[in-house]
């Protein structure tokens, strides 16, 4: 973080030291300072979630709401290059999610299906979907490229490409299928746990290196997906069936769904950070991984 926060920070934990002692002091600090970067991570999540609350209550005259949430997102997308927060590299990646996204919304909110939908009208738009519909898929690979910078991640034990891929690949294709055949989002969640059992993902805050399992990870930022999800359709980002007339929170059950989408962004997230093992060996994967700089 920026010099004065430190200052300020270390400032603060000596005068807590004073009356809490050293000890809890330290931890409270870091843990402020923990919230102040997650804060900072969520940069674009952030930006677009008062973009998405200012439009409830700021009209563009000939504009629609969800075309001013377009052109706002790509308005943050380029401030965030310029104040070099983000990079070209990354925002490739970003184009990504925002395709992967599309994909899913434009089948999930196809006529026969309509597990969601945009109840207002749209000239930037695919289908039935608003083209800034995208950018909510890319904001959670955001947060992920910025707290692994914010942060400093790595990883230990990730396991070999053609297993993180598969999978990705498998959750990914379980969204579509599972309104044809069972849905496997519990065997997927049970194949995810036994391939990460042992991965476990650093971080480190202010002095000392941190470390959890990457599995509690996934589910942590899915649940505060899930948290966004309800701010986010209660401003009318979207709509789901139940709430067309009245807003209501949206079930606990998408927090799972949610994971499964976190893990599909960290494993994508994962190869441009060069985290996977250069060999598919137990030696090999049990190696610590740098993450890069970019």
């Given at each position: ?133 995208g950018f909510m898929y890319a904001a959670v690979a955001s947060y992920l490229m910025q707290a692994w910078r914010i942060l400093d991640v790595r990883v230990t034990r990730f396991p070999a490409f053609w297993i993180a891929g598969g999978l990705a690949a498998a959750i990914y294709g379980n969204f579509f299928a599972n309104h044809y055949i069972r849905d496997l989002r519990w065997p997927l969640a049970a ?104």
């Amino acid at each position: 973080m920026a010099e004065p926060v430190d200052l300020l920070l270390s400032a603060l934990e000596a005068a807590l030291a004073r009356v809490l002692g050293r000890g809890v002091a330290a931890l409270l600090c870091e843990l402020l300072m923990f919230g102040l970067k997650e804060v900072a991570a969520c940069v674009f999540a952030g930006s677009f979630l008062l973009l998405l609350a200012l439009s409830n209550h700021i009209a563009v005259p000939g504009v629609a709401r969800y075309d001013v949430l377009f052109l706002g997102a790509i308005a943050i997308q380029f401030v965030l290059i310029a104040l070099r927060l983000e990079t070209w590299r990354e925002v490739a990646v970003l184009s990504l999610f925002h395709a992967l996204g599309m994909g899913l919304e434009l089948f999930k909110t196809a006529p026969g299906v309509r597990s969601w939908s945009y109840p207002e009208p749209s000239l930037f738009h695919l289908g039935t979907v608003p083209l800034y519909s995208g950018f909510m898929y890319a904001a959670v690979a955001s947060y992920l490229m910025q707290a692994w910078r914010i942060l400093d991640v790595r990883v230990t034990r990730f396991p070999a490409f053609w297993i993180a891929g598969g999978l990705a690949a498998a959750i990914y294709g379980n969204f579509f299928a599972n309104h044809y055949i069972r849905d496997l989002r519990w065997p997927l969640a049970a194949l995810v746990l036994a391939s990460f059992w042992r991965t476990r993902v650093h971080f480190t805050v202010t002095r000392a290196e941190r470390s959890m399992p990457l599995a509690l990870s996934f589910a942590l930022i899915g649940f505060f997906i899930w948290v966004a999800e309800n701010i986010a359709t209660y401003f009318g980002a979207w709509s789901y069936p139940q709430q067309l007339h009245q807003w209501a929170i949206v079930g606990p059950n998408k927090i799972s769904s949610w994971t499964l989408l976190v893990i599909i962004s960290f494993i994508i997230v994962a190869a441009l950070k060069q985290a996977f093992p250069r060999r598919a060996t137990a030696a090999a994967a049990a190696q610590p991984v740098a993450s890069p700089s970019d």
